[in-house]
């Protein structure tokens, strides 16, 4: 069973940057595809960006195509999402997830084991 830790969130201003770290315990971490989604009040969870086992794919949704990159170390079992040009509407809890299989997939039901969130907030 893996085991999820994120790290990184905070408060920034609008057009700001962050970093977002996710820590995987677990031996199955460098064979599986790892997720990043978001969920604000209100809202349903949606997709941020997603990676595959070997870290030589990534999907991203349009709203974060360009601002934001997914990235991983199997080495150190992390998995990264530097988040830039940040706008309010960026304001959300982050989880990182471990896909079922190694592609890259950007349904929550592809995911099996869920990180506990951290907030991300931008202000206007």
């Known amino acids: 069973q893996a085991q999820l830790v994120e790290s990184g969130g905070g408060l920034v201003q609008a057009g700001g940057s962050l970093r977002l770290s996710c820590a995987a315990s677990?031996?199955?971490?460098?064979?599986?595809?790892m997720g990043w989604f978001r969920q604000a009040p209100g809202k349903e969870r949606e997709f941020v960006a997603a990676?595959?086992?070997?870290?030589?794919?990534?999907d991203y949704a349009d709203s974060v195509k360009g601002r934001f990159t997914i990235s991983r170390d199997n080495t150190k079992n992390t998995v990264n999402l530097q988040m830039g040009s940040l706008t309010p509407e960026d304001t959300a809890v982050y989880f990182c997830?471990?896909?079922?299989?190694?592609?890259?997939?950007?349904?929550?039901?592809?995911?099996?084991?869920w990180g506990q969130g951290t907030q991300v907030t931008v202000s206007s």
């Open positions: 997830a471990t896909a079922k299989g190694t592609g890259v997939y950007s349904r929550p039901t592809s995911y099996t084991y």
């Open positions: 677990g031996r199955t971490f460098n064979i599986l595809g």
């Open positions: 990676i595959n086992s070997s870290g030589g794919r990534t």
